[in-house]
């Protein structure tokens, strides 16, 4: 079986539980392919064989977490860094298992105040900014480039991106219209709108555990 490893704190969990279960022989024949540097670091130190999309192109299964989640499936990731390869390998998944807590429920993309990132290519960043500030102006868009905590310069993700997070105060509606906008743009490698990806949605509240099948 061929599975997508998340990246942050939830998938981290199921990472090592994946481990676990190889190293106890309750799982066998498991080939993973991790969405991030960190993860296969991870996944490599609790002995999971790795490989990637080139010679696994169809996953059977992904499991990740996600940082919004909409009453429709509708995700938003990448507050990590790693949206453009857990989008590549998600999107390339049979099924896709996302796992949050009640607190990433949302009733509409962008809801939670918090950041909806866009990886971008670092030339001319500024200029890309404000034409994604640009989109959604009727929104109250803020965008700001991500910087990282330790160093003080700007975040670089896996593949030598820069990050824009836009913060937004109002809906700003069509999801695919909204995709397509962002996709248009030069400059714009990838954002952090998972649309339609999700086929299990497991939410874990003060009552216990939910599960929602597309």
């Known amino acids: 079986m061929v599975l997508g490893l998340g990246t942050g704190s939830t998938a981290k969990h199921a990472v090592t539980r994946i481990g676990e279960l190889l190293h106890q022989g309750k799982l066998t024949n498991i080939i993973g392919i991790p969405t991030s540097k960190m993860t296969h670091e991870l996944a490599l130190s609790v002995g999971i064989p ?11 299964l992904a499991i990740d977490g996600a940082d919004e989640v909409d009453p429709y499936m509708n995700l938003v990731k990448g507050r990590g860094g790693s949206l453009l390869r857990e989008k590549m390998i998600e999107g390339a998944c049979k099924k896709f298992v996302v796992i949050v807590d009640e607190s990433k429920l949302v009733e509409h993309i962008g809801g939670s105040g ?11 960043w500024k200029f890309t900014a ?7 102006e009727e929104a109250g868009c803020v965008a700001k480039l991500r910087m990282d905590r330790e160093s003080g310069e700007p975040f670089v993700t896996d593949n030598k991106n820069y990050i824009i997070d836009l913060y937004f105060e109002k809906d700003i509606g069509d999801l695919t219209v909204a995709s397509d906008a962002i996709l248009r743009l030069p400059g714009v ?6 649309l339609g990806m999700a086929t299990t949605l497991i939410v874990a509240g003060e009552l216990g555990v939910r599960v929602k099948n597309k």
């Open 130 to 136: 404000e034409r994604l500030r640009l989109l959604f």
């Open 50 to 60: 790795l490989s990637d999309l080139d010679s696994h192109p169809v996953v059977d």
């Open 189 to 194: 490698v990838e954002h952090g709108m998972f």
């Open 114 to 124: 918090l950041a909806m990132p866009v990886e971008i290519v670092p030339f001319c």
